[in-house]
């Protein structure tokens, strides 16, 4: 049973930074690509960072370059997301999830594993 849990989350003011934790137990295939996602009320869910297998590539949404860095830890079998500079047009859930395949970014649909959600609020 694949599980993903987010932590990390909370409020800070604009300016500031979090790093959010996503550890991911029960995933058995060789490679995968990890993305963090958010969604802010009455938005659609936008993907913001994303990165493959052994870290090799990593991809980031506009809105985010620059601020946010994602990396993992194999070992620890982590994924992290480190935002800095945050802006209040960040505040949203943020979700962990997990894709398998060759591709990453990898399509919306392809991401069968998804963590519970951790809030990030971010005030002016």
């Known amino acids: 049973q694949v599980q993903l849990v987010e932590s990390g989350g909370g409020s800070v003011q604009a300016g500031g930074s979090l790093r959010l934790s996503c550890l991911v137990s029960?995933?058995?295939?060789?490679?995968?690509?990890m993305a963090w996602f958010r969604q802010a009320p009455g938005k659609e869910r936008e993907g913001v960072a994303y990165i493959s297998t052994g870290g090799t590539r990593t991809y980031y949404a506009d809105s985010v370059k620059g601020r946010f860095t994602i990396s993992q830890d194999e070992a620890k079998n982590t994924v992290y997301l480190q935002m800095n500079s945050l802006k209040p047009e960040d505040t949203a859930m943020y979700y962990c999830?997990?894709?398998?395949?060759?591709?990453?970014?990898?399509?919306?649909?392809?991401?069968?594993?998804w963590g519970q959600g951790t809030q990030v609020t971010v005030s002016s």
């Open positions: 999830a997990a894709a398998g395949g060759v591709f990453c970014p990898a399509p919306l649909n392809d991401y069968r594993y």
């Open positions: 029960g995933y058995t295939y060789s490679r995968k690509c």
